[in-house]
């Protein structure tokens, strides 16, 4: 993947080296309290909302917002920046007014959210309150070496599929989920990630033409974004984690599904193509 001529328009809001907040107010404990958005470990809603009743909400601490002077958050910056000019010209043909996220905010360990407190350990993630997705630049090294997704296009899929959780706050799907429920093989759950991946896969479709050029992608790349779909089904990790695989707990569908749906978005490069919520077989 080559992205160095891709435009950046500087919607990162950067706390790394802030330190941890929220430490005093219990913050670190609670977890974040809408479920939405998570890359890999899905939290049930039920479980967050006791765990965030009673708890101290976080004091938001707000970083440094622009442009970012190191390789790895300019590399954010131009992925995000890229899906604000696909989605843009997309969506309205869809009558959808694409608005980018708030920010993408990066950030060490834990820092405060709209939605309670987020941590690293939750892996990348976005949160509806505040239209923001947080992201600690340390899971690129869990992606590489627990999940075994190699490669800076995987991580520009990561990037996409949580801009995708964006699109759908914008579109209503997320509160169509959440009538659906948290968890099972056809739950709301997983229809969103699946859609979200779908997104993913529409994005690297149009963004090196949408880039100028400034963003090339390799049919190698999409194999590697193939590959990271596929190294987070739920089924891949159950089964990593636990030696077996309940399909009663999924929150973001198989690997089959994952890469399916990311294929599928990158084949049609039409959001219309994503429908997880009317398809027969996900
Ligand atoms: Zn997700």
């Known amino acids: 993947m080559e992205w160095g001529g891709g435009r950046r328009e500087g919607n990162i809001e950067d706390r790394r080296g802030l330190g941890p907040v929220g430490v005093a107010g219990g913050g670190i404990g609670a977890v974040v309290l809408a479920v939405i958005g998570y890359f890999v470990f899905g939290v049930p809603p039920e479980t967050t909302m006791n765990a965030v009743n009673g708890a101290q909400q976080p004091a938001v601490q707000e970083g440094a917002r622009g442009q970012v002077s190191d390789r790895e958050g300019q590399f954010v910056d131009v992925i995000e920046t890229s899906n604000t000019d696909v989605w843009g010209?997309?969506?309205?043909?869809?009558?959808?007014?694409?608005?980018?996220?708030?920010?993408?905010?990066?950030?060490?360990?834990a820092t405060g959210t709209g939605c309670g407190t987020g941590q690293s350990a939750m892996g990348p993630f976005y949160c509806p309150a505040d239209h923001k997705v947080y992201l600690d630049l340390s899971f690129w090294n869990e992606l590489e070496t627990r999940f075994g997704a190699k490669g800076e296009f995987a991580r520009a899929y990561v990037i996409s599929h949580e801009i995708g959780h964006h699109i759908?706050?914008?579109?209503?799907a997320s509160d169509e989920a959440r009538r659906l429920g948290a968890r099972g093989a056809q739950s709301g759950s997983v229809r969103l990630e699946l859609q979200a991946d779908c997104?993913?896969?529409?994005?690297?479709?149009?963004a090196p033409e949408a880039s100028g050029g400034g963003i090339q992608i390799s049919r190698a790349d999409i194999e590697d974004g193939l590959g990271a779909a596929a190294a987070v089904g739920d089924d891949a990790i159950q089964e990593q984690a636990q030696g077996r695989v309940m399909p009663d707990s999924f929150t973001h569908g198989t690997s089959a599904q994952r890469m399916r749906w990311f294929g599928k978005g990158y084949d049609a490069g039409d959001p219309g193509a994503c429908d997880t919520f009317e398809a027969r077989t996900l």
Not at 168 to 172: A, N, R
Not at 199 to 206: E, K, L, P, S
């Open 199 to 206: 997104y993913a896969g529409v994005w690297a479709r149009h």
């Open 168 to 172: 759908q706050s914008l579109t209503g």
């Open 89 to 109: 010209s997309l969506l309205a043909k869809h009558g959808v007014n694409y608005r980018p996220p708030a920010a993408v905010v990066l950030y060490d360990q």
